[in-house]
């Protein structure tokens, strides 16, 4: 069956579980609502799904793009709860980590290597070797007037 991040499993525990144990009432409050362009900015030709509202999700290649410039590192390190939960570190201690965006298969998102570019295999959404890496837009004014 096709995944795309508007029916994602993925999604649902970012909106939820993730939000609502990683940040405070007063953090959330914080953290905007905003809609998200879900095509399929790597042109595979899977399915896509509708734009979706969300106050945290994933990059997608567009965005990835944008905010990290050619050249610029885009290899991270896992914490010790990705570690615990089964995401592969390569021999240089980085993760990979999945785009909202769909991959070559529809039951395959787009990724970026542990490398820092992206990838080219095809990894099943249930695979847990590869990371998440959440993002949220945060409205700095409401932020800093809850935590005062």
Known sequence: MPVTWEK??????LNSEFLNTAFTSKERMAIRNVIRDNSDDFK???????????????????EWKRYFETGKPSRVMP???????????????TVAWWFRSPGTQETSPAYLNSWGDLGSRNHQVNETIIGV?????????VLKKQLK
């Not at 994602?8 to 525990?13: H, I, K, P, Y």
């Not at 509708?50 to 106050?55: G, L, Q, V």
Request: proline share 2%.
């Open 8 to 13: 994602s499993d993925l999604r649902t525990w």
């Open 44 to 62: 595979n030709g899977t399915t896509v799904g509708a734009n979706t509202i969300d106050k945290v999700i994933l990059l997608n290649g567009a």
């Open 79 to 93: 914490t010790a709860y990705a570690l615990k939960q089964g995401v592969y570190a390569n021999e240089t201690g």
């Open 133 to 141: 890496r959440p993002v949220m837009w945060v409205d700095k004014a």
